[in-house]
Structure formats: C-alpha cells, structure tokens
C-alpha cells in the first residue's frame, strides 16, 4: 500500500526557498500551461527537447533532486505510455519492421517519438510546478485566474481538508497495525484481507461524509452561502516573476524563428514528425 502521508512531504518539499518556490503562483501556473500548449502542437522533436533541457535548469535551481523527480516521472509515464506504445503498429505508412501480423510503420514510430517527447516535457513541468507550488498556493492561483466559483471553492475546501484526511487514514491503519493487520501477510485468507480493506474504505466514506456535514453546519452558522465568495490574498507579481515567463515566452519565439529558418540543417529533430 502506498504511503499517503508522502502529501504532506510533497508539501513540505513545495514549501522550501529557491527562486523558484518563491515565484507568483499565477506566474508559475501560466508558465507550466504555456510550455504544455507549445510541446503539444509542435511537430518537430527539436523544441521538445530543447524545452526539457530548460525544464532540468529550472530542477536544478529550485533546489529538486534529479533522481526524486525522475521516480515520479516514471510513476506518471504509463497514463499516456500505454497509449503512445501502440501507435508505431496501428498508424498507416511504410513499413519498417515486420513480424507475423504486426507491422511497425515509419509515420506511427515517428509520431510515438514526438508523443513521448511531448509526455516527458509536459509530465516534467507538471513536476516542477507542484514540487515548488503549496496546494493552497495553486487553489488561489487557480481562483485568482478567474476559476468557475464553485469549482475554486470546492477546490479550496478540498484542499484545506485533505490532511485531515490523511490523518484520519493514518489513525486506522494505526489501530490495524496494532492489531496485527497486515494486507500483504500469507497468514489469512486474501479475500478476508481484501474485505477488511473494503471495511476501511467504507469507513473512510463515512468519516468523510460526517465531516463533511460539520463542516457545512460550521460555515453556515458563520454566514456562509450560495453567493459567498472565497478570500483572495492581495499579491502582485514582481520583477523576477515577469522575468521568468518573459524568459519562457522568448525561448520559445527562438526556437520557433530556428524551426522555421534552419530546420534543414537539425536533420531528423527538424522533420515534421506528425500525422497530416
């Protein structure tokens, strides 16, 4: 079973100094939408790699281990992995290799190399952006930049809750342990081990929807509403902030002047690598 309370260490490790944690939550959150945008309609595999290469700069100054990243990297790969693994057998063009029935065409390797390039960067960013942005950081982030109302407050609230969500788990998997539950022990049955799991699961929704319950009763009785409006702390960008996505916005325009001028020269990472 993974071990849910790396959430709280997650939000410790957000919550360090660097130049990176300390960048505008917008700032921060806009940057890492622009580079997916960019990485997911380029063709050519040499913006891609040239972005992933800015993304590791970005990893070493906000003070992120390489290795601790990449482990996460590698948890998140199979969710779009799975579906790039196909592609070089299922997309139509010449055929490169050959065995029994399956056939791996050369537009369906190229196009899974650029899919997987775009994953990589696109995965890559996410990282950085929530290695360096609290939870509560990227709720109002995310209502300061004109989130739905409803969405932003269930999402604060989510947020603010979700600890004691964790300490509540880790309250009964306390008690369990104390009681010689072990889900990986050979000593009982597994389908009486996988109902005490359900047994934990269903208490968890319990618990939750009794808190759940109190919480509304304690906002109401504090006035809260369907028109009440969640509060946003007044914080303006700075230098540094402007800085950074200008920095981001002008890599991009160079890369994008090289791709259009010099993309002969770069060989295969200047092809067109998409499906026309």
Not at 67 to 93: E, T
Not at 219 to 230: A, C, I, L, N
């Amino acid at each position: 079973m993974v071990d849910i309370t790396q959430i709280m260490r997650f939000d410790d490790l957000a919550s360090q100094d660097s130049p990176i944690h300390n960048l505008e939550g917008r700032i921060k959150l806009i940057s890492t939408i622009f580079i997916i945008v960019v990485c997911v309609v380029s063709q050519e595999l040499f913006i891609p790699l040239i972005l992933e290469i800015f993304l590791l700069v970005v990893l070493k100054i906000a003070k992120l281990s390489y290795w601790d990243s990449f482990k996460r990297l590698l948890m998140l790969l199979p969710f779009g992995g799975a579906i790039i693994i196909f592609q070089p057998f299922i997309q139509p063009g010449n055929i490169i290799w050959s065995y029994s029935w399956l056939h791996v065409t050369d537009a369906g390797l190229n196009w899974a190399i650029i899919l997987l390039a775009r994953l990589i960067v696109s995965l890559t960013a996410i990282i950085i952006y929530s290695s360096t942005t609290p939870l509560q950081e990227m709720a109002s982030s995310f209502r300061k930049l004109k989130m739905p109302r409803d969405l932003a407050m269930i999402l604060s609230i989510m947020v603010r809750f979700l600890f004691l969500f964790v300490d509540e788990l880790a309250a009964i998997r306390k008690s369990q342990k104390s009681r010689n539950f072990n889900i990986h022990s050979s000593n009982t049955p597994y389908k009486w081990r996988v109902k005490q799991v359900g047994y934990t699961i269903g208490m968890m929704f319990l618990k939750a929807y009794e808190q759940g319950e109190r919480v509304h009763k304690s906002m109401v009785s504090r006035g809260f509403s369907d028109t009440s409006e969640m509060f946003n702390e007044k914080k303006s960008p700075e230098r540094s902030d402007y800085l950074y996505l200008l920095t981001i916005i002008l890599i991009v325009i160079v890369l994008e002047i090289i791709i259009f001028k010099f993309s002969g020269h770069l060989g295969y990472l200047g092809q067109n690598l998409g499906i026309n």
